[in-house]
């Protein structure tokens, strides 16, 4: 038994004035907007309330013979399209309602990537007449799990679009898909909710620090609750272990450091090196920092010596290096580049 997917508090006005014009409803609509502000939730609410057979003012019910299969887990005209490994950090095995995420899991590692064979299963589903008459609903995500030749497939399906179905795709960000595949879609972007909406969910959701949690993520509620619950600090210690130092001119000891960032994840260190840097070019330009506030008195003091050009190209350079986090050739070695090249960014008159 599942429940049926609800907009978060920010996103039902919006949810309701575009669901409210579904008699001119488009067949394709990309989804799209910072990680962490309920992209994916949204996608699954609205294929709920397109798929009700009692909306009331666009959305869904929640009482009708369809929300009650989409409570169930198994409404025939529903189909959710993600690589098998998130099926399964979802916790969700596929069934007739669902993709077929799940084949030949027990032979090979689950798949990160949206498969092709994922898109040419549903040709049949694609082909019959809806149960009830209405909407026939394909919620993709995220889209950037595609590769080129999945990517193709769905152009082609959306050139040609079967009658009465609709296509959900959510992705972080459109310059990242395939240029032809964002054309044949319309495009809906969902803003970052204001701080007092994020801080009052985040307050429901019992999460301690909200503040400091919210601005690490970047002010997305999602993200920071996720954040939250990894059982870390909004600050990591090493960020604080690297920045001390250089906020006094000094270079900081890179072993450590790297002994303890060999042990994360790639894209973990990262993303937090690239905030890092974010919030060094907003101290840069007398701009309050955004994402690690604990650390706004060193930020400014490390900006203050720094040569602002060597920060920008290094931001760029983490941007990079991101790009290619999940199968870095040599993590050893990124660590300890990275960390060399941060230092030298941040040093006075480097």
């Known amino acids: 038994m599942s429940d049926l997917a ?17 008699e001119r409803f488009a067949h394709a609509w990309l989804i799209h907007g910072l990680p ?5 939730q949204f996608a699954l609410a609205a294929a709920g309330s397109l798929l009700c057979e009692s909306p009331r003012h666009g959305l869904a019910c929640g009482h009708c013979a369809a929300c009650l299969w989409l409570i169930s887990g198994n409404h025939p005209d529903l189909r ?32 990160k990537e949206i498969r092709v064979e994922q898109l040419r299963s549903l040709s049949s589903w694609f082909n019959t007449a809806t149960h009830r008459g209405g909407w026939r609903v394909a919620v993709l995500y995220p889209a950037q799990a595609m590769n080129g030749i999945t990517a193709n497939a769905l152009l082609k399906v959306l050139e040609e679009p079967p009658q009465h179905t609709v296509f959900l795709l959510v992705a972080d960000a459109p310059d990242r898909l395939l240029p032809t595949l964002v054309s044949r879609c319309r495009r809906l972007p969902l803003p970052v909710p ?21 601005a690490a993520a970047g002010g997305a509620p999602l993200l920071a609750r996720q954040l939250a619950q990894s059982g870390a600090n909004p600050c990591p210690d090493w960020l604080n272990q690297l920045i001390a130092p250089l906020a006094r001119g000094q270079r900081p000891d890179i072993g450590p450091l790297a002994d303890q960032l060999e042990k994360t994840p790639t894209e973990i260190w ?48 983490l941007a990079q290096q991101r790009a290619v986090a999940g199968h870095p050739l040599n993590a050893k070695l990124l660590v300890h580049s990275s960390l060399q090249r941060v230092i030298m960014a941040c040093s006075p008159g480097a």
């Open 6 to 22: 609800q907009f978060l508090p920010w996103q039902q006005e919006l949810a309701a004035n575009w669901l409210g014009q579904r």
């Open 36 to 40: 962490g502000i309920g992209k994916r």
């Open 80 to 111: 959710r399209i993600r690589p098998e490994a998130m099926a399964l950090a979802e916790g969700i095995a596929a069934t007739g309602a669902d993709d077929d995420a799940g084949t030949g899991a027990a032979k090979k590692a689950p798949s």
């Open 194 to 214: 204001d701080q007092a909406a994020s801080m009052a969910w985040l307050a429901k959701e019992e999460i301690s620090r909200a503040d400091e949690w919210l």
């Open 270 to 317: 990262v993303d937090a090196l690239q905030r890092l840097f974010l919030d060094l070019l907003l101290a840069s330009s007398g701009a309050p920092v955004r994402y690690f506030p604990s650390l706004e008195k060193q930020t400014r003091l490390t900006a203050g010596l720094a040569v602002l050009g060597n920060l920008a190209d290094t931001a760029k350079w």
